[in-house]
């Protein structure tokens, strides 16, 4: 089975620049997961998606971040503009459904903002 | 405030003894509990779970222990190996919350020595 692809592994931008990052869950996977993981802190949910609808959107920084899921399979998560403290490895994950907690991860985005 | 805590950031331990690795939270509504691992460059992989109607999980080398009325838990790894050298993050969760949204530790880091 493949793994929860991401793209790109790193990115660096200046402040107030915009950034995209896009995600692959496992086929058959129902359930994505965006999640926010600032060094040395625990990861952080952002976004559930269920198909392609949003479960749960409550920590995104909605004047800022934004993301979709089109077709309920690839996902992306966008940033505009962005801010020094969004740096951060921005992960996905996936699971086939919700009640399903051991969810696969991604290797994660390495968000530097200069 | 968080709501999972793991205090100690660091451990270090000999090949072939126990690694113990703790966990507090402080939501009693949290029924679901997991330890998920990581390697430097990767996303977390999923290790072992409980539910809080158990106090003790086992698989393989790996056992969770679950003290409801301390709320506290922990992770024993018997023995340990060179390559469970990693970070280790506790996570819980409520089915009374957002289905999937699991609230992660800051991790602590494992360091088994040959």
């Known amino acids: 089975e493949a793994g929860v692809a991401q793209s790109p592994r790193y990115k660096i931008i200046e402040k107030r620049q915009s950034v995209a990052f896009w995600c692959n869950p496992i086929?058959?996977?129902?359930?994505l997961y965006w999640y926010q993981q600032i060094l040395g802190q625990g990861p952080k949910l952002l976004i559930q998606f269920q198909n392609n609808g949003v479960v749960d959107d409550s920590q995104l920084p909605k004047d800022r971040f934004s993301a979709e899921r089109l077709k309920g399979v690839d996902s992306t998560l966008k940033i505009q503009p962005a801010k020094l403290e969004d740096s951060a490895v921005y992960l996905c994950a996936s699971s086939r459904d919700p009640g399903n907690y051991g969810y696969t991860f991604g290797s994660g985005t390495r968000l530097t903002v200069v | 405030d968080q709501q999972v805590k793991q205090n100690s950031p660091s451990l270090s331990v000999q090949e072939g003894r126990i690694s113990i690795l703790n966990c507090d939270y402080t939501n009693s509504m949290f029924d679901y509990f997991l330890w998920y691992k990581k390697y430097p460059a990767e996303g977390p992989t999923f290790l072992i779970s409980i539910s809080s109607i158990k106090d003790k999980n086992e698989d393989g080398r790996f056992t969770v222990f679950l003290n409801k009325s301390a709320k506290h838990l922990s992770l024993h790894i018997v023995p340990s190996q060179p390559g469970d050298s990693a970070v280790y993050f506790c996570?819980?969760?409520?089915?009374?919350?957002?289905?999937?949204?699991?609230?992660f530790g800051k991790g602590t880091k494992l360091s088994v020595k040959p």
């Open positions: 996570a819980a969760s409520s089915k009374f919350g957002s289905q999937g949204n699991l609230i």
């Open positions: 086929s058959g996977h129902a359930t």
